[in-house]
């Protein structure tokens, strides 16, 4: 089988989130999907079936469980793959395509819903504006970009809250368009990552926050982990289209 380790939501190797792909000729055992996405220890793995036609299969693991949704390993997969795809998924299907070295990816919508949820032993000392929840992440806004780049969350605290999932973002620079319109983190002990480098998916509960907030529909937002990644996104009704750019740092066989 072919494995590829692919840097998502950036133009550098080492930056932006790496996944890893997998191409299969027939759908995986679950079990050992498990172990390959353990052995590899990258945030996501996705496997995907590319031995029939049509809609091509994709799965995703961390190294702990599956999960519903994926955005920089499904960017991973289509540059793999290249042209348009369309993947059967776990979250319904989605249609991606590359063009001029940027992958857009069709996603749907997950508005947050605000709740009282009280995330002060997660973050002790830290004033919330908003705190929501989306399908499965709790969402959570503070007043300031450098707020957030400073966060130290207790994730102990974290993984025992609901999933164990927290975005926690503030305006960015400024809100004209094409600059940094908000800034984010992201954590995730709950699924067995400390802290996610870029994170596709949250930005499908972001784009449709911050389109409200702002007033339109097409956004910039800066992941501001260690490694860092921006990503665009258009809101389109229930849908969010997102971009962002890859690059292929290894490849080769799995032999087992």
């Known amino acids: 089988m072919r494995l590829y380790i692919v840097d998502a939501f950036t133009s550098e190797a080492f930056a932006g ?23 590899l220890k990258h945030a996501e793995t996705a496997f995907v079936e590319v031995g029939g036609e ?15 949704l994926c955005g920089h390993a499904t960017l ?17 299907e989605l ?34 504006e908003y705190v929501g929840r989306s399908h499965q992440n709790l969402f959570a806004l503070v007043d300031n970009a450098s707020l957030v780049r400073s966060l130290e969350p207790d994730l102990a605290a974290l993984r025992a809250h609901w999933t164990g999932r927290l975005m926690v973002t503030a305006p960015g620079d400024g809100d004209e368009v094409g600059g940094i319109d908000f800034v984010t983190r992201f954590f995730a002990p709950g699924v067995g990552i400390d802290e996610d480098p870029v994170t596709g998916s949250a930005h499908c509960v972001l784009a449709p926050y911050w389109a409200a907030r702002l007033g339109r529909d097409k956004l910039v937002g800066e992941q501001a982990s260690a490694r860092g990644g921006i990503v665009r996104m258009n809101l389109e009704g229930d849908r969010v289209l997102l971009s962002g750019q890859a690059v292929t740092v290894a490849s080769g066989e799995l032999h087992v």
Do not use: Y
Not at 76 to 92: D, I, K, M, W, Y
Not at 101 to 114: A, C, I, K, L
């Open 17 to 39: 989130n790496s996944a890893g792909v997998v191409l299969l000729d027939s759908p995986g055992d679950p079990g050992w999907m498990q172990s390959v996405a353990a052995e």
């Open 54 to 68: 049509g809609p091509k299969s994709l799965r995703w693991f961390t190294p702990e469980t599956e999960v519903d």
């Open 76 to 92: 991973a997969t289509t540059h793999v793959l290249g042209g348009e795809q369309t993947f059967t998924t776990r979250s319904g």
């Open 95 to 128: 249609r991606c395509k590359t063009e001029d070295g940027w992958v857009s990816m069709d996603f749907p919508s997950d508005p947050p819903r605000e709740s009282d949820d009280d995330l002060s032993s997660i973050l002790p000392g830290v004033s919330f």
